[in-house]
């Protein structure tokens, strides 16, 4: 059984610069895993922010990226801003059309 | 721009089944996977399983194996998901999301409003 994961919760100041990643229970994330990064506020669908690892979804500011860092797919937030105070989740590609979910990371903006 | 229309809320008794449906409009249906993402309260998302309806093939979490059916009605540009033998640990919300791309693989990207489920006797 694959496990995605994902830093249960993080913290950073207005302004400030967090990474967060996306690993797996055994191995490295890599670009054929088609990383892709959601953010999800409380009530509402999850907004899709990066895929295929680094490529962002239409309106999303530049401030968000994404890249793999050692063996871990990960979502950079450069100049956070109170709105960015949201859940995270990653989303794996296994193979076979089977795709996983991350356990999210809870971004505190404070 | 696509956007998907779910049916609403359920109730459902523990053992029972549930059929949550996603009706397409605005976009192409039949060449994009459809997915279904479940969340239960106050947990993370969940992927249950898609279906491409072009080819009416689906897959699915293992954890779901055999007691999900993802179908779609390319009549009506609309996907269906049944979930049965029902217990409280499926109360949640039920999201169908199509793909960004006709190009597999290609992760969720537009995404329905949801449909709560609630399992309760």
């Known amino acids: 059984q694959t496990v995605v994961t994902q830093e249960p919760s993080f913290s950073v100041s207005p302004g400030g610069t967090v990474t967060l990643t996306c690993g797996l229970s055994?191995?490295?994330?890599?670009?054929?895993?088609?990383p892709t990064w959601y953010q999800q506020t409380p009530g509402q669908a999850p907004r899709t922010l990066i895929y295929?690892?680094?490529t962002r979804s239409s309106g999303v500011p530049d401030r968000f990226s994404g890249s793999i860092l050692g063996n871990k797919a990960a979502l950079t937030i450069t100049g956070a801003q109170a709105d960015d105070d949201s859940d995270y989740y990653c989303l794996l590609y296994l193979g076979g059309g089977i795709w996983v979910f991350g356990g999210g990371t809870k971004l505190t903006v404070l | 721009q696509v956007q998907l229309v779910q049916s609403g809320a359920e109730v459902k008794q523990p053992g029972s089944s549930v059929k949550v449906s996603c009706k397409a409009s605005g976009g192409s249906f039949s060449s994009y996977d459809i997915s279904w993402v479940r969340q239960a309260p106050g947990q993370g998302l969940e992927w249950m399983g898609r279906?491409?309806?072009?080819?009416?093939?689906?897959n699915f979490a293992q954890k779901f194996q055999g007691r999900v059916t993802i179908t779609a009605d390319k009549s009506t540009s609309t996907a269906y998901m049944e979930l049965s033998s029902l217990r409280s640990e499926d109360t949640a919300v039920y999201y169908c999301?199509?793909?960004?791309?006709?190009?597999?693989?290609?992760?969720?990207?537009?995404w329905g409003k949801g449909t709560t489920v609630t399992v309760s006797s």
């Open positions: 055994s191995g490295s994330v890599s670009t054929g895993y088609y």
């Open positions: 999301a199509r793909a960004l791309d006709v190009v597999v693989p290609s992760p969720m990207g537009v």
């Open positions: 279906i491409i309806p072009l080819l009416g093939t689906a």
């Open positions: 295929n690892t680094n």
